[in-house]
């Protein structure tokens, strides 16, 4: 049955989009148009369904671009597989961390207003973050604070520089006891603004701008461009960036309509296999992300969005396109580049990878080891969905499955080397 369900290559091209849509769309042409093999693409196809028939993915959502046109599209397996509820293509995701990218772009619009500055220090917008203490090892099994070298600003947190983790490690009994540990906030009754306001009471983990520590940077972020624009995280980000790009269907909350089209998280079977997780709330849990479901009053900017594969590749295409997407521009060609080069210079983060304002980049192919182009960024969700986009080869790739944990999975590999060796121009 799972097989017979499977989309293959350009049957559902048509289907791509279910809703009515505007004249504006993304087109959709065989790859030899684009200068990529259909028969290297059908290794593709093959590859991925392998994933549902072995029972290690319920289902995904696959959609390639080259040339702002679709080469590639598949939709695999189920939504849902207790209801019988297949995967579409309008099936609606948690991205989790790829919500970065659209906040990352929310500041650099207010950057670019004049409304606030990459430079500026994070203590502008929120004083309680003046006198920042840092936890450092005390060699002994505990640990001792030291007061910061210098102030936290905000393109450190774009940038993941600023020693700000998720709660864990070094002094996580202060921030267990503040109820702040790990990326969900779903649960939380107070708005995001209060939250980071709290934080600024607790020790972060490294010295300012010496350390790429992973963390509650984008959740900062979310909650300056709050201070900043004079509106909540939702709003703005609806007002300007998911109307401009006809971003439909993505929000922090979804609209009960839409709930049905929310895919299932799944999680590895003890002994082989799935399951679906519980519904209890929590960050590996179906989560409170429906409206009415929860409190729906925190906008985490670091983790808290739902998107389609169609909409999150129009936020790429706009990024690829230096700013612009169907005469609707976000931002300017040079803010893209600044985004989109490192900015850790002799920091280290992971082997011929820097990281930009917001993403990962690719400045070793080499070192990196895996097909791609010098210049790549890209970035995922801890749903283990991911993206990139490769301005070499004119290309945008997006991926959406719901599994956590996913350790030993390796089909995002698969996909990277499925989609490279199709291109033959």
Not at 16 to 28: C, Q, R
Not at 237 to 245: G, S, V
Not at 363 to 379: H, I, K
């Amino acid at each position: 049955m799972q097989r017979s369900l499977r989309c293959t290559l350009f049957a559902v091209a048509a289907l791509l989009f279910a809703s009515s849509v505007p004249a504006a769309e993304f087109a959709t042409v065989q790859p030899a148009d684009a200068g990529m093999s259909a028969e290297r693409l059908q290794r593709l196809d093959e590859a991925q369904s392998a994933y549902v028939a072995n029972g290690q993915l319920a289902g995904q959502v696959t959609l390639v671009l080259r040339d702002s046109r679709v080469v590639y599209s598949k939709a695999d397996g189920w939504r849902d597989q207790a209801a019988g509820a297949a995967m579409t293509h309008d099936t609606i995701f948690r991205i989790a961390s790829q919500s970065k990218a659209i906040v990352s772009t929310a500041i650099m619009i207010l950057h670019e207003r004049g409304q606030l500055n990459i430079g500026h220090p994070l203590s502008r917008y929120f004083p309680e973050w003046t006198d920042v203490q840092v936890a450092v090892d005390d060699g002994a099994g505990g640990y001792t604070l030291e007061p910061a070298r210098q102030p936290i600003t905000l393109r450190m947190l774009l940038t993941h520089t600023a020693g700000v983790g998720y709660g864990y490690g070094l002094a996580q009994d202060r921030w267990e006891q503040a109820g702040l540990t790990g990326w969900y906030f779903a649960d939380k009754e107070e708005p995001i603004g209060a939250s980071v306001a709290r934080m600024g009471a607790l020790p972060i983990v490294a010295q300012p701008g010496e350390q790429w520590v992973y963390g509650y940077s984008t959740d900062i972020l979310g909650a300056v461009v709050e201070k900043a624009s004079g509106t909540d995280l939702a709003t703005f980000l609806r007002t300007e960036i998911f109307a401009p790009l006809d971003m439909r269907d993505t929000h922090f909350y979804l609209p009960r309509g839409k709930a049905e089209r929310l895919a299932v998280v799944y999680r590895p079977r003890e002994g082989g296999g799935i399951e679906a997780i519980p519904e209890a709330n929590g960050m590996q849990s179906q989560g409170l992300y429906v409206e009415g479901s929860g409190p729906n009053v925190s906008f985490s900017g670091g983790a808290g969005l739902l998107s389609t594969a169609r909409d999150y590749a129009r936020l790429l295409q706009m990024f690829l396109n230096g700013g612009d997407l169907d005469g609707r521009r976000i931002l300017s060609p040079k803010t893209v580049e600044l985004m989109t080069v490192d900015h850790l210079g002799d920091i280290m983060f992971r082997p011929g990878q820097g990281f930009g304002l917001g993403s990962s980049v690719v400045e070793d192919l080499g070192a990196r080891g895996a097909l791609g182009s010098v210049g790549e960024y890209g970035w995922g969700g801890a749903y283990h969905s991911v993206y990139w986009v490769d301005p070499a080869e004119r290309l945008v790739v997006v991926y959406m499955t719901q599994l956590i944990p996913a350790a030993g999975l390796d089909d995002q590999d698969t996909l990277r080397s499925g989609v490279y060796q199709a291109i033959v121009d």
